[in-house]
C-alpha cells in the first residue's frame, strides 16, 4: 500500500471535484480508475527499481503480480467508463501521461521524494477531474478550469508541506520558497478566471488557501500528523468551494 498518506488526500480532491461538477456513472467509474492508478503505483514502484537495479526477488514476483491485477482493474473501469460516457474524455488522460512518465522515470531511480517528481504526479492525476466533467457532458472550457484549479492547488501546496516537514527537522530552514509558490498558484487561477475557465469561487479558494499557507508558515511548524490533517481541511475547502462555484447559475 502507498506510504504517501496525502497521497490518497491528492488523489480523492481532482475526483469529488469532477464529480460534483458533472456526476455520471462514468465519472465514478473513472474516480475508482484514479484510487486503483494510485495504489497501483507502489507495486509498479518495486517492479522498477529492481528491474533497474538488475535484480529479481520474490517482492518483485509479487509486486508484478498484484500491479497486473490493478492494471487488469483499471482497464475493466476504464472501459466500462468510455462505453458510458455521455462524451470523449480520454485528452486530459493523454496530456498527463508524460507528467506520470516524470514521476516513473524518477520512481525507478529511488528518487520519488524530490519536488519534481511529487508535482508531477499530483498535476497528472488531477486530469482525471476533467476527464469526469468531460465524461459526464461538461465543456471543455470547464474541464481544463479544472484542472487548472487542481494543478494550483498542487502548487501551491507541495512545496508547503515539504518546507513545513524540513522546518521541523531544521528550524534554521528558510520558509521564502513556501511563500513565494503561493503567488505563483493565485496568478495561475487569476489567468484561467480571465480566459473564461475557472469560475471567481475558485480564484478566491485557491487565493484563502495561499493566505492560509502563509500564515501557518508563519508559525512554528506543527508535527507532520498536523500537516497533513491541515491539507485534508483545506483541499477539501477549495475542491468545494470551486466545485459548488462551477456549477452555480
Do not use: C, K, N, Y
Not at 497486473?68 to 486530459?92: D, K, N, R
Not at 488557501?209 to 508558515?217: D, E, N, S, T
Amino acid at each position: 500500500m502507498p506510504r504517501e498518506h496525502g497521497g490518497w488526500g491528492l488523489t480523492a480532491e481532482p475526483v469529488v471535484l469532477g464529480l460534483i461538477v458533472r456526476p455520471s456513472g462514468a465519472g465514478v467509474l473513472l474516480g475508482l480508475a484514479a484510487i486503483v492508478a494510485f495504489v497501483a503505483r507502489t507495486p509498479l514502484r518495486v517492479v522498477l527499481v529492481d528491474r533497474h537495479r538488475d535484480r529479481r526477488r520474490d517482492r518483485t514476483v509479487l509486486a508484478g503480480r498484484i500491479l497486473a491485477a490493478e492494471l487488469g482493474t483499471i482497464l475493466v473501469l476504464g472501459t466500462g467508463a468510455l462505453v458510458s460516457a455521455s462524451a470523449p474524455f480520454l485528452w486530459p488522460v493523454v496530456a498527463a501521461v508524460p507528467l506520470a512518465g516524470v514521476e516513473l522515470w524518477f520512481d525507478q531511480r529511488s528518487r520519488s521524494r524530490r519536488l519534481v517528481p511529487e508535482l508531477a504526479g499530483t498535476v497528472a492525476i488531477g486530469a482525471v477531474a476533467p476527464a469526469i466533467a468531460l465524461a459526464g457532458g461538461a465543456p471543455a472550457r470547464v474541464a481544463a478550469g479544472l484542472w487548472l484549479v487542481v494543478a494550483a492547488r498542487a502548487v501551491a501546496s507541495v512545496p508547503f508541506v515539504r518546507v513545513q516537514l524540513q522546518r521541523a527537522r531544521h528550524p534554521e530552514a528558510t520558509a521564502l520558497p513556501a511563500v513565494a509558490v503561493q503567488g505563483i498558484a493565485v496568478i495561475a487561477v487569476v489567468a484561467g478566471w480571465a480566459a473564461g475557465a475557472v469560475p471567481v469561487a475558485a480564484v478566491v479558494a485557491v487565493a484563502a488557501l495561499a493566505v492560509a499557507q502563509v500564515a501557518l508558515v508563519r508559525r512554528p511548524p506543527p508535527r507532520a500528523a498536523l500537516v497533513g490533517a491541515q491539507q485534508v481541511v483545506l483541499g477539501l475547502a477549495v475542491v468545494l468551494t470551486a466545485g459548488l462555484g462551477a456549477i452555480a447559475p
